[in-house]
């Protein structure tokens, strides 16, 4: 698409406050007398006077003001109106365009997703492990290639025997007590931490039943 180059021929606009300082110096020697102004039942009527012309004059400042305004904006007005015509031809193909990319975005990372569960399947060695646990987002990623995928699956298989051994390595509780630990250990995506809470669980139960026998013992005893 060829380059395009706005040409717009507009001068910079000058606006002159011609007697702002007369009229700021009179308007100050005016409002002076209202600074000490005392409102009573005799001069209410006049006090409401004063305030109706001090809004009237406010009223003409601030009408010119906006009259300038308009007069002055007009030429820019035409020329947002311009642009927003062109801009408006712009946006429909820049629409269009963003809708197929996102279609065709999208049918890549449902392809992609499928590759990533065939290489899990293939590479995994964590007997049960659910993928949404372990699924990180960015192997979506288009630079992300299936070398790093399967590096991260086989680092899950490391990290996986390496906290299985610890676990094993508890022999004060029973095997059926590893392999609940070792359950905990999947499905909380290999955190060690939650795997030794629940041995220390089975520890403290073992601990609590073994008590209770040894009273119950002592009372049949005596």
Same mark, same amino acid.
């Given at each position: 698409?060829n380059e @395009?180059?706005?040409a717009?021929k507009?001068?910079p606009?000058?606006?002159?406050f011609?007697?702002f300082d007369?009229? +700021?110096? &009179?308007?100050?020697?005016?409002?002076?007398?209202y +600074?000490n102004l005392?409102v009573?039942?005799?001069?209410?009527? /006049?006090s409401k006077?004063d305030v109706?012309? @001090?809004?009237?004059? %406010?009223k003409?400042?601030?009408?010119r003001?906006k009259?300038?305004?308009n007069e002055?904006m007009?030429p820019?007005?035409?020329?947002?109106?311009?642009?927003k015509? @062109?801009?408006?031809?712009?946006?429909?193909p820049?629409a269009?365009?963003? =809708?197929k990319?996102?279609?065709?975005?999208?049918?890549?990372? /449902?392809e992609?997703?499928?590759h990533?569960?065939?290489?899990w399947?293939e590479?995994?060695k964590?007997p049960? &492990?659910?993928?949404?646990?372990f699924?990180?987002?960015?192997w979506?990623?288009?630079t992300?290639?299936?070398t790093s995928? =399967?590096?991260?699956i086989?680092? @899950?298989?490391v990290?996986?025997?390496?906290?299985v051994q610890t676990?094993?390595a508890f022999?004060d509780?029973?095997e &059926?007590?590893?392999?609940?630990?070792?359950?905990v250990?999947?499905s909380?995506?290999l955190?060690?931490s !939650?795997a030794?809470?629940?041995?220390?669980?089975?520890?403290d139960? !073992? +601990?609590?039943m073994e008590e209770q026998?040894?009273r119950d013992? /002592? %009372?049949?005893?005596?």
């Amino acid at each position: 698409m060829n380059e @395009l180059k706005v040409a717009v021929k507009y001068n910079p606009g000058v606006i002159v406050f011609e007697n702002f300082d007369e009229i +700021k110096v &009179a308007l100050t020697e005016q409002m002076e007398v209202y +600074k000490n102004l005392e409102v009573t039942d005799e001069t209410l009527k /006049e006090s409401k006077k004063d305030v109706a012309t @001090l809004r009237k004059i %406010k009223k003409a400042v601030e009408d010119r003001r906006k009259e300038i305004k308009n007069e002055f904006m007009d030429p820019y007005t035409g020329l947002e109106k311009q642009v927003k015509e @062109l801009t408006a031809l712009i946006d429909e193909p820049i629409a269009i365009i963003t =809708k197929k990319s996102d279609v065709f975005e999208q049918r890549r990372i /449902e392809e992609k997703r499928l590759h990533i569960r065939e290489m899990w399947n293939e590479n995994i060695k964590i007997p049960n &492990a659910d993928i949404s646990v372990f699924y990180n987002p960015s192997w979506e990623n288009v630079t992300t290639t299936d070398t790093s995928i =399967k590096s991260d699956i086989s680092q @899950l298989n490391v990290n996986y025997e390496s906290g299985v051994q610890t676990l094993k390595a508890f022999e004060d509780v029973g095997e &059926a007590e590893i392999e609940q630990a070792i359950k905990v250990f999947v499905s909380n995506k290999l955190d060690l931490s !939650k795997a030794v809470i629940e041995i220390n669980h089975f520890r403290d139960h !073992k +601990k609590m039943m073994e008590e209770q026998a040894k009273r119950d013992a /002592e %009372k049949e005893t005596e």
